[in-house]
């Protein structure tokens, strides 16, 4: 099929990417205290790690190809659950303390900012690829 | 030969421009998209085109012209930014996005010029 729009493939994938990544922050944050989950254990914070694709179309095409982005994993991040002191709590252990998942609610603020930015630069991309799209078919046209 | 009337230096090259501008284009979208994947080389126009355009351009070749051909290569000059093995820089990028848009803006124009004077050289009547 003909791609009217330049590198749509791109950043359409970016753009799924992006989101992608805004969900699983958005779970973060969400989770920021919940000290049981499904597993009975604290929430573990995840994390997204982004892997490009290799286009097929343009595979056999000598040099560099565009190249779309796809979240590779989504996979927990390892960091030991923080213990507080709270004996009244009803998760805490037999001392008395609980482990809350170790979430830094500015990291996982700046992740979203970059994250929002990223998606931002993306679709600024789409506008520009529509422009040019709109122009190449006005050639010939008197403006 | 209807075909000279296509014929012309500035013509040829000026849609073998446009091909470059809209794969320039495609490019950026994908440094962009791959904004923050870990190990991601930057990729942008192979300069050997702009080299061959000018010297065809220069000797007036338009067979020459016409069957250049641009192609991608991943950018040797980029220099890494962060410690991941990514090459993109978020501001320059957005810059040659915008640089990109008005030099294909200008080619599309002049190809609709060389196109509407044809036309106005043939008809008489100026559209």
């Known amino acids: 099929m003909v ?6 493939q791109s950043t359409a994938s970016a753009l799924t990417a992006e989101r992608i990544r805004m969900d699983v922050i958005a779970q973060n944050i969400a989770n920021i205290n919940t000290t049981r989950g499904l597993d009975g254990k604290p929430y573990q914070r995840q994390r997204v790690v982004f892997q490009t694709i290799l286009n097929q179309r343009l595979a056999a095409d000598p040099g560099a190809t565009p190249q779309p982005v796809r979240v590779a994993r989504i996979e927990p991040d390892p ?3 923080k213990l507080v002191y709270d004996p009244g709590h009803p998760d805490a252990n037999a001392e008395g303390f609980v482990a809350f998942p170790d979430i830094n609610l500015h990291q996982e603020m700046v992740d979203l900012i970059a ?16 422009s040019m799209a709109l122009q190449t078919l006005s050639i010939g046209k008197r403006t | 030969m209807i075909s000279a009337l296509f014929n012309q230096t500035t013509y040829v090259a000026a849609k073998k421009m446009l091909d470059a501008t809209v794969l320039r284009h495609q490019a950026i979208a994908s440094n962009l998209a791959n904004l923050e994947t870990p190990g991601y080389r930057r990729i942008d126009l192979a300069p050997s085109f702009q080299a061959h355009l000018q010297q065809a351009l220069a000797a007036g070749d338009t067979h020459r012209l016409a069957r250049l051909q641009p192609r991608l290569q991943v950018d040797p000059a980029a220099t890494l930014g962060t410690r991941d093995g990514n090459t993109v820089s978020l501001e320059s990028e957005l810059t040659q996005l915008q640089e990109n848009l008005i030099a294909h803006a200008l080619e599309t124009q002049l ?6 004077r044809l036309r106005l050289a043939i008809t008489g009547r100026p559209f």
């Open chain 1, 3 to 8: 791609e009217l729009l330049p590198g749509v």
């Open chain 1, 79 to 81: 960091r030991p659950p």
């Open chain 1, 115 to 130: 994250a929002s930015r990223a998606f931002e630069a993306n679709l600024a991309v789409l506008k520009n690829a529509r």
């Open chain 2, 111 to 116: 190809i609709s010029s060389t196109l509407l």
